[in-house]
């Protein structure tokens, strides 16, 4: 049977990440080689063994794995299926090649929120329009990062920040249709994006994407009881595209636009 290789790269549209790359191999494996930037990874099926600085690692289902720039390291399956794998690589505006001696004391960090967060942010990644939400979510796993490759490192500061959680809310009220991006508006509210995550969600119960978005779904349901046809809606209320807006549609409403609309239609008729 012929090995199985599957890939699929991109370069999202979020500061500091220079590619995301998601692959399935069966029996090809990495010779020795480096990268120029970070390398954050998890594997979703099967494992991967590699050699880094000469020591050899592996990758159990509930490890993230954070390779550090110009070291060099392999990689090849290490179950007979193969592997799966999930990757980001980022560059130095999120991680300093000072925390690079740490990385390769301890690349394989057994952390099951951390976990959580890269598959999350995996998701946000897959799809175009969620850029907020996959900013926000990587500027709190670089943070955690900080924190397993500096654990003597102060903790943040208290996060509670009642007015830039408002300030923030002001501003994302005036760009509901255009949008934000994180960097951006922590450059207008002069906070780290961080603390800016962390103030509006203690402040509101909610994070800053998830309340943009929830604004968008309002505005859409009230095109569509006017009669606007969900592509028109999709355009007029900030989504990216139709499936966009059908995707968080129907995760804030229970039922797609379309079905929205047309028992809006039958009960006028």
């Not at 995996?122 to 969620?130: F, I, M, N, V, Y």
């Not at 809310?169 to 994180?182: S, T």
Request: hydrophobic residues 35%; aromatic residues 6%.
């Amino acid at each position: 049977m012929a090995p199985q290789e599957e890939v699929s790269a991109w370069r999202p549209r979020i500061p500091g990440v220079v590619e995301v790359f998601h692959a399935h191999f069966t029996e090809y494996a990495y010779p020795m080689h480096v990268h120029d930037a970070w390398t954050l990874l998890i594997v979703d099926d099967g494992a991967v063994r590699y050699d880094l600085d000469r020591h050899e690692h592996g990758t159990p289902h509930d490890t993230v794995s954070l390779l550090p720039p110009h070291v060099p390291h392999n990689g090849s399956p290490a179950t007979p299926h193969g592997f799966r794998k999930r990757v980001l690589y980022l560059d130095a505006t999120h991680l300093a090649d000072g925390l690079i001696g740490s990385a390769v004391d301890r690349p394989d960090l057994r952390d099951p929120e951390l976990r959580l967060r890269v598959g999350q942010l995996h998701t946000a990644l897959d799809h175009p329009g969620d850029e907020l939400e996959a900013a926000s979510r990587l500027t709190l796993i670089t943070e955690r990062l900080h924190a397993h490759l500096r654990p003597s490192a102060p903790a943040p500061a208290p996060t509670a920040d009642p007015v830039l959680a408002r300030t923030l809310r002001e501003l994302l009220d005036a760009r509901v249709i255009e949008g934000i991006a994180l960097d951006e508006a922590a450059r207008l509210l002069h906070a780290h994006p961080s603390h800016l995550v962390r103030a509006f969600s203690g402040a509101y119960g909610i994070a800053p994407h998830q309340y943009l978005m929830s604004r968008r779904v309002d505005r859409a349901r009230r095109l569509l009881l006017e009669g606007h046809p969900p592509g028109e809606v999709a355009a007029a209320t900030g989504f990216y595209d139709q499936s966009h807006l059908t995707r968080h549609f129907r995760k804030s409403v229970g039922v797609t636009p379309g079905r929205y609309s047309r028992d809006s239609r039958r009960r006028r008729g």
